[in-house]
């Protein structure tokens, strides 16, 4: 839509630059307006368009804006503490889906043993990587800005990638 909105407003600023360039010409006679105002339209249009190249070069190379890449920076160190058994996070990688919207994966490895140091020895392993799962969830959507959708996979320390 932005590229829309420039191109409209491309056209619209040769048109009005060509009246009044015309119009100089016709009072004073100097026909070095009009190169002047071709060169005023294209600088107004390069300056406008280089934001937009440069966020559709964010948006292909599946760059996150800053905040959320902080966000995704303080989620790790949140998971390492708020979340019991992790023994390691083998991949965290989250990207942009649209401009508003992020989606992410996240690879845990817990402590198989975890459940036997816990005093939670009526839970199985099952509903533990559950709970695990949720809370690492919830922490990643609460300091990632826009994200929408987070995978997490559960693995064992001993099991291999």
């Known amino acids: 839509m932005q590229g829309v909105f420039l191109h409209v407003m491309a056209d619209t600023l040769g ?17 070095g307006f009009d190169p002047l105002a071709s060169i005023a339209i294209a600088s ?11 966020d559709s ?15 995704v920076q303080v989620s790790i160190d949140q998971i390492y503490m708020q979340v019991g058994g992790i023994a390691a996070i083998s991949r965290a990688q989250f990207w942009p889906v649209t401009e508003t919207r992020i989606m992410g ?20 392993a099952i509903t533990m990587r559950d709970v695990a799962s949720s809370a690492i969830s919830e ?3 609460s ?18 990638d």
């Open 139 to 141: 922490i990643c959507r």
């Open 15 to 31: 048109s009005v630059g060509v009246i009044i360039s015309t119009l100089l010409i016709q009072w004073f006679g100097w026909t």
């Open 44 to 54: 107004l249009i390069f300056a406008s368009v280089v934001p937009l190249v440069r």
């Open 57 to 71: 070069m964010h948006m292909l190379l599946l760059r996150l804006p800053d905040d959320a890449q902080a966000g």
């Open 105 to 124: 994966v996240v690879h845990v490895k817990v402590d198989p043993n975890y459940v036997l140091d816990k005093e939670e020895h009526s839970l199985c």
């Open 143 to 160: 300091n990632i800005p826009g994200l929408r959708d987070v995978f997490v996979h559960i693995d064992d320390a001993a099991s291999t």
